[in-house]
């Protein structure tokens, strides 16, 4: 299992984060023909083997044992009732499991596959299917330094990968990265709404901020400093911009993040807690 691209990868779920890994692997010159998806309707699966040429199947088991990896990519709630059916088949062909899932703990998982599997908690996100992904990585003691290297390789086609060292790490993942891209989509949401009150387009607005969005990051990313002094730099004393942002912080904008992304990594908690058993 050395060559990240020489692993055959199944999906047991094929919804919008195993859609963005899948399409961002495909995009990125991985072979289709070694993916494959599996989940009971036809719906997403036609249009998976359409666009993306990759292998599909309405029978978890079969993906199970046809693959080198498996990644649970279906909802936490249901989670349980996807995998115990499974355990005679991963119990079988002992494939490393990657669970995309918020919540689920690892020996949740590794009970339900009926014991001593390999297993890395990952947590993506859907930038994924642009290659901007970014994920956090946890494996359990089973997990070889092999396969925790192929891990890594699959989730930096599309992206880039942080191992943490606890299980609760993962957690402050879903905080800062998981469930992140849909705080800038918020913000984004709101300043194309703010548009449109002056007067702008909506399509006028949308272009300017995705834009400008898309700016400030590669900025942030590529700069030398920090997006502190990035942000400093556009505000020129007595100009537009200060006005903008001391009204944000008058308002609080730094409290109101702190609190959103602990009610995220908390909600990770209370899901542990509502679907481990
Ligand atoms: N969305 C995101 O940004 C992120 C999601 N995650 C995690 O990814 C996981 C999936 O979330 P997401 O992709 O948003 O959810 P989706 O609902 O889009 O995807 C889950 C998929 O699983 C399918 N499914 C239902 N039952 C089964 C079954 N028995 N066997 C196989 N597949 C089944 C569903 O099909 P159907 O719709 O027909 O029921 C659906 O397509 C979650 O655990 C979530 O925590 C992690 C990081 C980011
Ligand atoms: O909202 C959720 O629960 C999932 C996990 C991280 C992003 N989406």
């Given at each position: 299992m050395s060559?990240?691209?020489?692993v055959t990868l199944a999906f047991i779920g094929a919804g919008n984060m195993a859609g963005s890994i899948i399409g961002g692997l495909v995009q990125t010159g991985w072979p289709a023909e070694q993916i494959i998806a599996a989940e009971p309707s036809n719906t997403k699966l036609d249009v998976l083997a359409e666009t993306l040429g990759i292998r599909t199947t309405n029978n978890n088991e079969d993906a199970v044992a046809a693959a080198d990896i498996v990644v649970l990519a279906v909802k936490p709630q249901i989670m349980k009732s996807v995998v115990e059916p499974l355990a005679a088949s991963f119990q079988e062909h002992k494939p490393l499991i990657v669970s995309v899932a918020a919540g689920i703990p690892e020996n949740s998982l590794n009970q339900w596959a009926g014991g001593n599997m390999a297993i890395v908690r990952c947590m993506p996100n859907t930038p994924s299917l642009v290659q901007l992904g970014a994920s956090g990585l946890y494996a359990n003691a089973l997990v070889s330094d092999e396969q925790k290297s192929v891990t890594e390789q699959i989730m930096d086609a599309v992206g880039i990968s942080k191992w943490v060292e606890s299980e609760?790490?993962?957690d402050d993942v879903i905080a800062l990265a998981g469930s992140a891209p849909a705080y800038f989509f918020l913000m984004m949401e709101a300043m194309i709404e703010a548009g449109e009150k002056m007067g702008v387009s909506k399509e006028a607005a949308s272009e300017l901020v995705i834009q400008t969005a898309l700016g400030a990051a590669t900025m942030a990313k590529e700069s030398d400093v920090d997006v502190a002094e990035l942000k400093r730099r556009v505000m020129s004393p007595g100009g537009t911009t200060e006005q903008a942002i001391f009204s944000f912080e008058d308002s609080g904008i730094r409290t109101m993040v702190?609190?959103?992304?602990?009610a995220c990594r908390n909600r990770a908690e209370e899901m542990a807690d509502a679907f481990k058993d």
């Open positions: 060559k990240a691209d020489s609760a790490g993962i702190d609190k959103a992304m602990n």
